[in-house]
């Protein structure tokens, strides 16, 4: 069983930045962020492979980065540059070795002016 908790949500501007961190209690494997705006499947934004190379969305390349931090046990997103169409609430997934998933309850990003 892993439990992973997102922080660092909010509303921001047009242009601005926010950091989200997940915390982790458990093994994190292969972390990522997701993400799922109203109306629309959740997607994929950043995540580690096995190897710990990271994977960006197109739409987020050169604007999120995704890092860990193996003694907090976190994974963080830090979002720059953020637009109206980054708005959405954004989950923590992980894997186990043996393939099981399990997700954080997420938290909102709402890009407005």
């Known amino acids: 069983q892993v439990q992973l908790v997102e922080s660092g949500g909010g509303l921001v501007q047009p242009g601005g930045s926010l950091r989200l961190s997940c915390a982790a209690r458990?093994?994190?494997?292969?972390p990522g962020w997701y993400r799922q705006a109203p109306g629309k499947e959740r997607e994929l934004v950043a995540s580690?492979?096995?190897?710990?190379?990271?994977d960006y969305a197109d739409s987020v390349k050169g604007r999120f980065t995704i890092s860990r931090d193996n003694a907090k046990n976190t994974v963080d997103l830090q979002m720059n540059s953020l637009k109206p169409e980054d708005t959405a609430v954004y989950y923590c997934?992980?894997?186990?070795?043996?393939?099981?998933?399990?997700w954080g309850r997420g938290t909102q990003v709402t890009v407005s002016s």
């Open positions: 458990g093994t994190l494997f292969r």
């Open positions: 580690f492979t096995s190897g710990g190379i990271a």
């Open positions: 997934k992980t894997y186990t070795p043996l393939g099981n998933q399990y």
